[in-house]
């Protein structure tokens, strides 16, 4: 066997003899056995490969290997050299939770292999050596013989030889809403995956009719080996926030370091003892470092999850909470997300006019709404026609209404409740004696029913407009008498349905004699009554359209990245909203729309210069959906990907956000995303975006409210070095207010309820830093005031006779108390906290309640003055706290005023930002 010219080969543009002969087989009688072994050495196993992954010990290790740990850990050993236990054991434990998140993570990331592999089929149908038998799929071997009938999934990529009215669903492999009509017949070497209908690809399920196959493709070379090997070498991107997160700690690392050696020095040069100024150095860099904030952001993505799960949204991955709310564009499929994945009849044309059906679903409410809609005995007719001639059930189980059987039949039986008929009731009234079934040569199919209490029999008749009008002489009026048939007017009506995205179906009857019991062609060639149009489709969710609208709104840009055809992805996308060229926000026009065949066409370049400004990219492969994601990424986006079939799953994973459909999506699809929506709903996509933007904004009022703390603290040690006086605080004494603070205070902001206009602002743009110029301005102004509050409140314990420790535990609780009133500037980064309700976070309150309790037991019980070396202080010093700590208060209010002031009064949105 030649395989390297065999690979060279494309298949779909092969007749069936060629690819045989390409593969040196036989169509009749397959390989021998002898061959197949060959072959099998050859080629290996017809399954997928598994990767070999970074060894677990590795990857747990390398979740230490960040600035902000090393940090952390070198706080834990200063902690623990000054023999406080409880303080190292804590930031310890920090340290070893955040490694098992983070491992627990990266390993849920192979799990998305795994769940590829457990898709391919155990057994094939082959004929080998002439005869046919059954063997284990992972033995089949390029050139085998295989056939296929309905209910098999398809062990391997097949060139198919021969077919019999073969459907295949391919909506997991390709995103087509429908099964796909396969045939034989030669096709050109552009077409695209999702259209080449004669190939059957693995792990797609055969749905009806039968068919041979040439096993052309095995294992890793398949279409979904393809999938598997793009999912492996996705890049798995960090988040937004861990990436600047991981700048700023980096940034914080030499920060730390230089204060420490310039605290060294400058004791040195004083001419301090080495120990003593070892130890200064040493509280400086224990003041700088944030201890708290991992614990931080590990609890408020964890209250965002928890927040999400009641909003249909399960978090898989931590981090994604705080990415979804960085987003910049959100590409979503169409069937099922955008749409209800049901079809749905929505426009009825009979006796020459046109009547709208309310409803979405397969839920048979709604109403016909046209002139004259129950007088219009060719409408009444046409409805009639489409649910006889059907054989689908509707069936309402669990509080919901499904279809058993075809989706388009399905639509035609609910179409024809609302109309007043009930399919029983008319199967019993006219009992169906013989039929016609589909075949995709005659596009039609016919019923031959009789009638309990008429003295004739009808024929109904469903299938393509070309099919039924060739076989019509007249057509139905509005009064139910018999017409001249204008063709040209029955097409133009189908033009006009079809630019709505709807697929259109024709009816027509025959009344004939009751005695006839059998129906064949020849009885429906000719003189057939046409009776009407029905027009369905799969239609936008109503909660779709205002989610996509409230994104657009959010300056999210929303882009659908389909399977379907574009004629029907253009005409939801226009339904949804999505349009305007891409631009969020701008006017509805009609949406720029890119096909697979198109894109393949486009180098990068070019395609990342239209990308912005497509609005529907359609008839996508997966290369082409992560090829898409990766050009987006480039553009600077922080893109969230919906998807929930195989093809889906290398976008979901290399997109910044994976977001995978709970009820009809894949195992690999969901295994492969970030977020799972439990209700396949792109509001739940909109209402995560929402909450993630609130968890962002909360960690960001964390950030501001702690750092100023470290600032101060740091400072404090630095000017006592500087001045030559003892220092204000001890370092155990900065851990516990690191600590409590963190604990007490700042864990209360993870609860901060959503401010009211989140989604009216623009998405943070990714390149910025975590801390705004703004944010950096008020952190520093509020450390200094810390700074001088804390030092000038020591200086004058000191001035008036108060012993050190007395001073120490003043400049301890003006830091303390400080931080309390500085923390209700920070409920709202951009308003006061009067304007988003006092008590609207009761945990807070809470909160402030549990630190003072704290803090008068750190001041008087005698355990606690042992422990931290702290001495009782009184009222005249709690004044001047309390003094110092509402002039912080009073000076961060009015600076936020003066700046909300200057935006309003250069035209800036007074909103802010999502910060």
């Not at 050696?261 to 070892?278: D, I, N, W």
């Not at 009731?425 to 008429?454: A, C, K, N």
Request: glycine share 8%; net charge negative.
């Amino acid at each position: 066997m030649n395989t390297a010219a065999a690979q060279r080969v494309v298949w779909h543009t092969e007749d069936a003899k060629g690819a045989v002969s390409a593969l040196l087989s036989d169509a009749r009688q397959g390989l021998s056995s002898a061959a197949a072994a060959q072959r099998l050495a050859e080629h290996g196993p017809n399954r997928l490969s598994e990767r070999r992954g970074t060894p677990a010990w590795k990857r747990f290790l390398l979740q230490f290997h960040q600035a902000l740990v090393y940090i952390l850990l070198v706080s834990a050993a200063v902690t623990l050299a000054l023999q406080e236990y409880v303080d190292s054991g804590v930031i310890f434990g920090v340290v070893v939770l955040n490694a098992i998140v983070g491992f627990i993570q990266e390993s849920k990331a192979a799990q998305a292999i795994e769940a590829l592999s457990r898709v391919m089929v155990s057994e094939a149908t082959v004929i080998r050596d002439g005869r046919r038998q059954e063997i284990a799929a992972a033995e089949l071997v390029p050139g085998d013989i295989v056939s296929l009938e309905s209910g098999d999934r398809v062990p391997a990529d097949l060139r198919l030889l021969r077919v019999r009215e073969l459907q295949v669903e391919e909506a997991a492999l390709t995103g087509e809403s429908l099964p796909v009509q396969k045939q034989v017949e030669v096709l050109p070497a552009d077409t695209v995956t999702n259209d080449r209908n004669n190939m059957a690809f693995a792990s797609t399920l055969v749905t009806y009719g039968q068919a041979t196959g040439l096993v052309v493709e095995t294992g890793q070379h398949t279409e979904i080996g393809k999938i598997s090997r793009m999912i492996s070498e996705a890049e798995v991107l960090a988040t937004p926030l861990t990436r600047k997160i991981h700048k700023f700690s980096g940034v914080l690392l030499y920060v730390i370091l230089g204060l420490s050696a310039m605290t060294f020095v400058l004791g040195y040069l004083r001419g301090m003892p080495a120990v003593e100024v070892f130890l200064a150095a040493v509280a400086l860099a224990v003041a700088a470092i944030p201890e708290g904030l991992p614990a931080a952001l590990t609890v408020t993505l964890a209250i965002g999850v928890n927040r999400m799960a009641k909003r249909h949204a399960i978090i898989r991955k931590l981090p994604a909470v705080e990415a979804l709310g960085s987003t910049t564009v959100i590409c979503s499929d169409k069937t099922g997300t955008l749409t209800c994945n049901a079809m749905t009849v929505t426009e009825v044309w009979a006796g020459g006019q046109t009547y709208q059906v309310s409803g979405t679903g397969y839920e048979p409410d709604g109403k016909i709404d046209g002139p004259g809609a129950d007088d219009n005995a060719a409408l009444m007719a046409c409805f009639r026609a489409g649910a006889l001639c059907n054989d689908a059930a509707l069936s309402f189980e669990e509080g919901a209404w499904s279809v058993d059987g075809d989706p388009t039949e399905g639509a035609l039986l609910v179409s024809a409740k609302k109309a007043g008929f009930d399919a029983a009731t008319l199967q019993r009234e006219w009992p169906r004696v013989d039929g016609i079934p589909f075949e995709s040569q005659h596009q039609y199919m016919g019923t031959l029913h009789h009638s309990v209490d008429q003295e004739f029999a009808v024929i109904c008749i469903k299938g393509s407009v070309e099919a039924l009008l060739a076989r019509c002489s007249a057509v139905m009026n509005a009064k139910g008498e018999h017409v001249h048939l204008d063709p040209e007017a029955i097409h133009g009506q189908v033009a006009l349905m079809a630019e709505s995205g709807c697929r259109v179906l024709a009816f027509a009857e025959h009344r004939t004699r009751k005695d006839r019991v059998i129906l064949t062609h020849d009885d429906v060639q000719n003189g057939l009554v046409f009776l009407g149009l029905q027009g369905m489709m799969d239609p936008p969710r109503p909660e779709a359209v205002d989610a996509v609208a409230v994104c657009r709104r959010a300056g999210i840009l929303v882009k659908m990245i389909t399977g379907d055809h574009a004629t029907t992805a253009t005409a939801i996308a226009q339904q949804i909203g999505i349009t305007g060229g891409g631009e969020a926000g701008s006017e509805k026009s009609a949406p720029m729309v890119l096909t697979g065949q198109q894109i393949g066409r486009y180098s990068d370049d070019e395609l990342l210069g239209v990308s912005d400004a497509t609005d529907v990219f359609a008839r996508t492969t997966p290369e082409q959906k992560l090829r898409l994601v990766r050009l987006l990424q480039r553009r600077g986006h922080v893109v969230a990907m919906t998807g929930d079939g195989v093809n889906d799953a290398p976008a979901l994973k290399q997109a910044d956000i994976g977001v995978g459909m709970g009820k009809r999506g894949t195992e690999v699809a969901k295994e492969a995303s970030d977020m799972v929506l439990t209700d396949d709903n792109f509001a739940s996509i909109a209402a995560a975006v929402e909450e993630g933007r609130g968890v962002f904004a909360n960690i960001i009022k964390f950030i501001t409210w702690t750092l100023p703390t470290n600032v101060a603290e740091a400072l404090i040690v630095l000017v006592a070095v500087a001045a030559g006086t003892a220092l204000p605080i001890q370092p155990v004494q900065i851990l516990w207010i690191n600590m409590a603070t963190a604990l007490c205070l700042g864990m209360t902001l993870a609860f901060e309820p959503r401010e009211r206009d989140i989604m009216r602002r623009p998405p943070r743009d990714p390149k910025t830093p975590i801390i705004s110029a703004e944010l950096t301005g008020r952190i520093v102004l509020v450390g200094f005031m810390l700074l001088a509050g804390s030092f000038g409140l020591f200086r004058w314990a000191r001035q008036s006779g108060m012993d050190l420790a007395t001073a120490q535990t003043i400049a301890a609780n003006m830091l303390v108390i400080g931080e309390t009133f500085y923390l209700f500037n920070c409920r709202s980064l951009t308003r006061s906290m009067f304007g988003i309700g006092v008590l609207s976070n009761a945990w807070l309150l809470l909160g402030v309640a549990s630190m003072v309790g704290l803090q008068l037991l750190f001041t008087y019980a005698g355990f606690m003055q042992l422990w931290f070396g702290t001495a009782p202080i009184g009222w005249d010093a709690w004044s001047r706290i309390l003094l110092v700590s509402g002039l912080i208060y009073s000076t961060v209010g009015l600076e936020k005023w003066i700046r909300l002031n200057r935006k309003r009064a250069s035209g800036i949105p007074a909103q802010g930002t999502t910060m």
